[in-house]
């Protein structure tokens, strides 16, 4: 079992840089990988970024690759979501998820625990 929580969201400028965190519980944090994932009004969840275990491999959407950055510290169980560059575009709840595996999928249903979101909005 594992709980998420995310914080960090909130409004920003457009061309800004934002930093999300996601903590999780337990003692198990270093056997998932984790994602994050995002959905905006009327749109699918779309996956943003994952990593996996050890932090090695990271993977991003396009939309969001080069602006980015996923990183972890297993030490204090915390991934990270460095955006830069933000864009109108990229306002949505992001939602960070875990996965029993080593290489983190972007198939949100791969996921074995979720985070309640945090909104991110950012303004023009």
């Known amino acids: 079992q594992v709980q998420l929580v995310e914080s960090g969201g909130g409004l920003v400028q457009a061309g800004g840089s934002l930093r999300l965190s996601c903590a999780a519980s337990?003692?198990?944090?270093?056997?998932?990988?984790m994602g994050w994932f995002r959905q905006a009004p009327g749109k699918d969840r779309e996956f943003v970024a994952g990593?996996?275990?050890?932090?090695?491999?990271?993977a991003y959407g396009d939309s969001v690759r080069g602006r980015f950055t996923i990183s972890r510290d297993n030490a204090k169980n915390t991934v990270y979501l460095q955006m830069s560059s933000l864009r109108p575009e990229d306002a949505a709840v992001y939602y960070c998820?875990?996965?029993?595996?080593?290489?983190?999928?972007?198939?949100?249903?791969?996921?074995?625990?979720w985070g309640q979101g945090t909104p991110v909005t950012v303004s023009s």
């Open positions: 998820a875990a996965q029993l595996g080593y290489i983190a999928s972007p198939r949100g249903d791969d996921y074995n625990y």
């Open positions: 337990g003692r198990t944090f270093s056997r998932y990988a």
């Open positions: 990593i996996s275990r050890t932090g090695s491999i990271t």
